[in-house]
């Protein structure tokens, strides 16, 4: 499976805070566009009677999603969801599915030509990694929480279980010509190709990894 994520807004470098706000407005981005793609993608398990992933008055998760004419394997609530908090998350990139993935990110970022790559560029994709992953720590897992942008009874979708699951990174830097609407020196835009693969091709995995 391929698909594109994007981001536009503050990416500072993490390497001397922690930049909770900002890893939680990159989980709120990537949550929205996955969320659109599991209403899309048909190898992606769906909600019966024709229900939405979002505006769930209880949580209730789906038992009898067949994918390809199979069984929800490997999509089971054991399987699948991670409670931290009051939320519930859901990492498409996950060790019981058995795949992994590989992102080519094209970082566009304000900048004097010959300025484009620079030290602070690893600590940035660090910011982005955690931002694609589930909150770690109980610190970063209480902001999330606090935030109350997820609601209660939905799940909240994200790339990775862990950012370990990550087995390469391209990034390309080039020059951001468009203003953004914060206009901070930190502002980005990010185009983040996503392919996924598996270290072993099974049932509950066999429609994700496919080019």
């Given at each position: 499976?391929?698909?594109?994520?994007?981001?536009?807004?503050?990416?500072?470098?993490?390497?001397?805070?922690?930049?909770?706000?900002?890893?939680?407005?990159?989980?709120?981005?990537?949550?929205?566009?996955?969320?659109?793609?599991?209403?899309?993608?048909?190898?992606?398990?769906?909600?019966?009677?024709?229900?939405?992933?979002?505006?769930?008055?209880?949580?209730?998760?789906?038992?009898?999603?067949?994918?390809?004419?199979?069984?929800?394997?490997?999509?089971?609530?054991?399987?699948?969801?991670?409670?931290?908090?009051?939320?519930?998350?859901?990492?498409?990139?996950?060790?019981?599915?058995?795949?992994?993935?590989?992102?080519?990110?094209?970082?566009?970022?304000?900048?004097?030509?010959?300025?484009?790559?620079?030290?602070?560029i690893d600590?940035?994709?660090?910011?982005?990694?955690d931002?694609?992953r589930?909150?770690?720590?109980?610190?970063?897992?209480?902001?999330?929480?606090?935030?109350?942008?997820?609601?209660?009874?939905?799940?909240?979708?994200?790339l990775?279980?862990d950012?370990?699951?990550?087995?390469?990174?391209?990034?390309?830097?080039?020059?951001?010509?468009?203003?953004?609407?914060?206009?901070?020196?930190?502002?980005?835009?990010?185009?983040?190709?996503?392919?996924?693969?598996?270290?072993?091709?099974?049932?509950?995995?066999?429609?994700?990894?496919?080019?």
């Amino acid at each position: 499976m391929r698909f594109t994520l994007t981001f536009e807004g503050r990416l500072p470098s993490a390497s001397k805070e922690s930049r909770l706000p900002e890893k939680h407005k990159l989980r709120l981005s990537v949550h929205k566009q996955l969320r659109e793609l599991y209403r899309r993608n048909e190898s992606l398990p769906k909600l019966p009677d024709g229900r939405d992933w979002a505006g769930w008055t209880e949580w209730k998760w789906p038992r009898n999603w067949k994918g390809s004419g199979r069984d929800n394997l490997g999509w089971g609530e054991e399987d699948t969801v991670v409670s931290l908090g009051n939320l519930k998350f859901v990492p498409l990139v996950r060790r019981s599915l058995a795949i992994y993935c590989e992102l080519d990110v094209l970082f566009l970022r304000y900048g004097e030509p010959g300025s484009l790559i620079s030290g602070d560029i690893d600590n940035r994709i660090l910011t982005l990694s955690d931002g694609l992953r589930l909150p770690k720590g109980d610190a970063e897992v209480a902001h999330v929480c606090a935030q109350n942008d997820f609601a209660i009874n939905d799940p909240v979708f994200c790339l990775l279980e862990d950012d370990s699951l990550v087995t390469r990174w391209n990034v390309r830097t080039d020059r951001l010509l468009a203003p953004i609407a914060e206009g901070n020196s930190a502002d980005v835009k990010l185009i983040i190709d996503v392919h996924i693969k598996a270290t072993k091709m099974w049932y509950g995995n066999v429609d994700l990894i496919g080019d």
